[in-house]
C-alpha cells in the first residue's frame, strides 16, 4: 500500500515568487491536511480538505491557499514568497472521519527554502 | 485554544535506561492524542494513538498513558536503544473544530547514547 507522496521534496525559490506544492494521498483516504514546520513555531495546522471542500484553515495569510481535487490529491500554492515562509511542509491524509479513530499519516515532506 | 506543551525540551540517556517523556494539553475536548517520531529532515511516523475514551495504549518498548482530566500524556520508554535518538512529538486532535487538526507540542529531543 504506497503511503503520502509529496512533490517537490526540494525547492529553492526567491522573495516574490510563488510555489506550488502536490500531496498525493493514501488510495481510499478522503483527507488532506498540510501542515508547515519551522525551527521557531514548530508544526503549525494551515488548512485540511475533505472531499474538495476545506473544512478548515489556520492562522495563515491568504497568501497561503490550496485545493482537492475528485481523485483526492491536493495542492497548496503560497504566493509572494517570504525569506519567513522558508519551511518543511508536511502533507498527511486519512479517512476523515471526525472520531477518535481517524489517523493521520504523513509524507517525507517539501522542503522550501526562500532566498 | 489548544496549546500542547512538552516537557522536557531535550533529554540526554545513556543506553538501557528506561524514559518517560512529558505531554500536556489545555482543552480536553480531543478526539485522541498521537505520539510521533520525526528523524532530522524526516517527516513523521505515528508512534502510538489514545482516543480519548483510553487510558493506554503500548507497542513494543513503547506505553502512552492519557489522563484527559487532567490534560497530561506521557510517554514511557523501556530499555532505550541509540536508535530510538529522534525527536518526539506529541499532538492533540481537537474536537471543536469542526474539522480533524492536530495541535503539536515542540517536541522532547532525545539523545540515547551508546
Known amino acids: 500500500k504506497a503511503g503520502v507522496t509529496q512533490t517537490p521534496r526540494y525547492l529553492i525559490k526567491t522573495r516574490g515568487q510563488q510555489v506550488t506544492l502536490s500531496c498525493s494521498p493514501i488510495?481510499?483516504?478522503?483527507?488532506v491536511s498540510w501542515y508547515q514546520q519551522t525551527p521557531g513555531q514548530g508544526l503549525q495546522f494551515l488548512f485540511e480538505?475533505?472531499?474538495?471542500?476545506?473544512?478548515n484553515k489556520g492562522n495563515f495569510p491568504g497568501r497561503f491557499s490550496g485545493r482537492q481535487f475528485s481523485n483526492s490529491r491536493s495542492e497548496m500554492n503560497v504566493s509572494t514568497l517570504e525569506l519567513g515562509d522558508s519551511a518543511l511542509y508536511l502533507c498527511?491524509?486519512?479517512?476523515?472521519?471526525?472520531?477518535?479513530?481517524?489517523?493521520?499519516?504523513f509524507g517525507a515532506g517539501s522542503r522550501l527554502t526562500v532566498l | 485554544k489548544q496549546e500542547v506543551t512538552q516537557i522536557p525540551a531535550a533529554l540526554s540517556v545513556p543506553e538501557g535506561e528506561n524514559l518517560v517523556l512529558n505531554c500536556s494539553f489545555t482543552?480536553?475536548?480531543?478526539?485522541?492524542l498521537q505520539w510521533f517520531r520525526q528523524d532530522p529532515g524526516k517527516g513523521l511516523t505515528s508512534l502510538l494513538l489514545i482516543q480519548s475514551s483510553q487510558r493506554e495504549q503500548t507497542s513494543g518498548r513503547l506505553n502512552a498513558s492519557l489522563d484527559k482530566s487532567s490534560g497530561r500524556s506521557t510517554l514511557y520508554i523501556a530499555a532505550s536503544q541509540p536508535g530510538d535518538s529522534a525527536t518526539y512529538l506529541c499532538a492533540v486532535a481537537y474536537s471543536g473544530a469542526g474539522s480533524y487538526q492536530l495541535t503539536f507540542g515542540k517536541g522532547t529531543k532525545l539523545s540515547v547514547i551508546p
Open positions: 488510495s481510499g483516504h478522503r483527507s
Open positions: 480538505y475533505f472531499s474538495e471542500t476545506q473544512r
Open positions: 482543552d480536553s475536548a480531543i478526539y485522541n
Open positions: 498527511a491524509s486519512s479517512a476523515g472521519s471526525l472520531s477518535g479513530a481517524n489517523v493521520l499519516t
